[in-house]
């Protein structure tokens, strides 16, 4: 196998039939305590979100880009934290901000 510039084996992050390689960010997360079920920025400016988003690196609730704000993107422009995912207990769904897919 071929080793990459960061020393990892750049088969073992290839993925499967042609599919996307996986997402390093999200590899490297930890268990992070959630903030609040709501969007501490659109409260101040008095607007509504469509969708609750959690920032998986700090905790940090925010709206999603469909919402008037779109703040959790804009957490991710001012930290760098590149994965949040649906505040929705039951949901799997992720995204990387970094690579612009699910993961």
Do not use: F, I
Request: proline share 5%; net charge neutral.
């Amino acid at each position: 196998m071929t080793l990459d510039t960061e020393g990892m084996y750049v088969a073992a992050r290839v993925g499967l039939n042609g599919q996307a390689p996986r997402c390093e960010h999200a590899d490297r997360l930890k268990a992070v305590e959630r903030g609040p079920p709501k969007c501490q920025e659109c409260l101040l400016l008095g607007w509504a979100w469509t969708r609750l988003l959690v920032c998986l690196t700090c905790g940090w609730v925010a709206c999603a880009d469909g919402s008037p704000g779109g703040h959790a993107r804009a957490h991710y422009r001012e930290t760098d934290h590149p994965v949040v995912a649906a505040l929705e207990t039951d949901s799997t769904w992720r995204w990387c901000y970094v690579h612009g897919r699910t993961v």
